[in-house]
């Protein structure tokens, strides 16, 4: 099968290291890698805005409040991101707070992938899994032995969706494990791999003991532009429990969700698409 040529070394920015919780806070960036890689990400409550456009998709969430996600073994602050030029993404969340931001439990992200001849065009709307409500910097969460997650969104256009976990150096490909999201149906964790797409290589799967920092919903580009209006619904996660937590009970697959797999290119071979990953060596904080 003819493979479409990426080279994903060069994707910029994603894959970052959101530490953030103070709506309030402050952004900096440290790119050690001289790609100077642009971040649209944030995390933490804020007030004076609506949540959403009107509009646009808001449908609430049953584990957000305020751009806290709490479920199971998993807590953290959301943010959004994207590489310069792949997204205009509503919430923007490039400056240390979200605008507009995450209010109540509105947990949604709209805008445009930009098309790109390589693909590399993505949005993300990302949480970290291990954060405290004072937005101190995140810890990771060990992969169970057993489990997995289950993934619920409200996507009515059906644009195709992922669910990407990041370990603790999400700027290379090898840290980066996602899947096709179909809404409410259970992912394994061993079902996760790098380079998830059709003719992505190597596709390595997600082990138990790897530590994760964050989860994410990705929305992969095409060669042309890519508008998406979508809002997380719901996690469960199963296996795994973090200090004083619960094990988050799988939920069951839908029959009637849109399938979240790799968009097909113009050759009819499976895009690989951006997975949101980052070589820019990028920091970002968020003082509490």
Not at 20 to 30: A, D, R
Not at 32 to 52: Q, R
Not at 112 to 124: I, Q, S
Request: charged share 10%; aromatic share 6%; glycine share 18%.
């Amino acid at each position: 099968m003819k493979t479409l040529q990426l080279v994903t070394d060069t994707i910029l920015l994603a894959g970052l290291l959101a530490a953030g919780g103070c709506g309030s806070g402050t952004s900096t960036s440290n790119d050690d890698s001289g790609m100077g890689a642009t971040i649209d990400s944030a995390a933490g409550p804020a007030s004076g805005a609506d949540a959403a456009d009107a509009g646009n998709v808001n449908v609430p969430s049953a584990v957000v409040a305020d751009g806290y996600l709490a479920t199971g073994p998993w807590a953290g602050y959301g943010f959004t991101a994207t590489d310069p030029g792949a997204a205009q993404i509503i919430p923007n969340c490039g400056s240390g707070t979200c605008d507009p931001p995450f209010v109540g439990k509105s947990f949604c992200m709209h805008g445009t992938v930009t098309g790109r001849p390589d693909y590399t065009g993505f949005a993300m709307l990302g949480w970290n899994v291990n954060q405290d409500l004072a937005g101190d910097a995140q810890l990771t969460w060990a992969v169970p032995e057993t489990g997995g997650i289950t993934v619920t969104v409200d996507n009515p256009s059906g644009v195709p969706l992922r669910v990407q976990l990041q370990g603790t150096n999400p700027h290379i490909g090898s840290d980066r494990w996602c899947a096709p999201l179909v809404s409410g149906r259970f992912i394994p964790w061993g079902s996760l791999l790098t380079n998830c797409w059709t003719g992505g290589s190597p596709q390595s799967p997600l082990t138990p003991g790897t530590p994760i920092q964050q989860a994410a919903i990705i929305v992969p580009g095409l060669q042309t532009d890519l508008p998406f209006d979508f809002c997380l619904v719901d996690v469960q996660v199963q296996g795994g429990q973090a200090d004083g937590g619960t094990d988050g009970g799988s939920a069951t697959g839908s029959d009637g969700s849109s399938d979240g797999g790799s968009a097909t290119g113009p050759d009819g071979d499976s895009q690989p698409g951006s997975d949101g990953g980052s070589d820019g060596g990028s920091v970002v904080s968020y003082p509490g």
